[in-house]
């Protein structure tokens, strides 16, 4: 069975300091993964996603992320964060078995506080 | 943004009483989702659709039912509601398995 681990649930960090927010999945077939954004009272946004090729995806936002299967993460990063990306960040997993519809199976999520 | 619609958007209703969310979706996407969102707990799967009349359980459908008659509705009903089942709800569309999900704006349902 697939699973997903985000490692922190909540993660307080300054404006304009770098920022990692770490996902770690659980597959035994190949894995798509995604990062989504949730703002205040609002639906998830996806921000970026790895289907195949480069391991390194960029984003929405200045976001970008990096599979590594051999780790089996897929950690979020941001050199310069801004007030405006405080949001909940969910990691999720789509790994189609070929028993299920490739449904995607979410991380409990992390919670990014940017102060000022 | 993805042509998702949810209906309603804030319920509350009382303990017992029958419940349904409506999931609207104009992209004649083949895949639709239920999900339910609580803190500490992420989203989690209460039942999926891969068709017209082809539905299928998620990890909590326990107390849930769906329905989709046509493409564009799917609808998730609480048989009976309990307090257990406030929340927040998700409606998620997707044109092809192991790619991304477009999500609804989610219906707050508080039952009391």
């Known amino acids: 069975a697939q699973s997903v681990t985000q490692l922190d649930s909540q993660v307080p960090v300054f404006e304009e300091a770098p920022v990692e927010l770490r996902c770690n999945y659980s597959s035994s077939v190949s894995v798509y993964l995604f990062w989504y954004v949730q703002y205040p009272n609002q639906g998830l946004q996806l921000l970026l996603k790895y289907l195949s090729g480069s391991t390194l995806v960029k984003g929405i936002n200045g976001f970008e992320a990096e599979f590594n299967k051999s780790q089996t993460s897929f950690h979020l990063r941001k050199p310069s964060v801004h007030i405006s990306d405080t949001a909940e960040y969910f990691c999720?997993?789509?790994?189609?078995?070929?028993?299920?519809?490739?449904?995607?199976?979410f991380g409990k999520g992390t919670k990014l506080s940017v102060k000022p | 943004d993805a042509g998702i619609t949810q209906s309603p958007r804030h319920k509350v209703t009382e303990t017992g009483t029958p419940v349904t969310l409506r999931c609207h979706q104009t992209e004649n996407h083949r895949y639709m989702y239920w999900y339910r969102q609580d803190p500490g707990h992420g989203l989690r799967l209460i039942h999926y659709?891969?068709?017209?009349?082809?539905?299928d359980k998620g990890e909590v459908s326990d107390g849930y039912s769906v329905s989709r008659s046509k493409t564009e509705d799917f609808l998730l009903t609480l048989e009976s509601a309990t307090s257990s089942q406030t929340s927040v709800y998700f409606c998620a569309i997707n044109g092809r398995i192991n790619t991304e999900a477009f999500f609804g704006q989610g219906t707050r349902l508080t039952v009391v």
């Open positions: 999720a997993v789509s790994a189609w078995d070929g028993g299920s519809q490739g449904n995607l199976i």
């Open positions: 659709s891969y068709g017209v009349k082809d539905t």
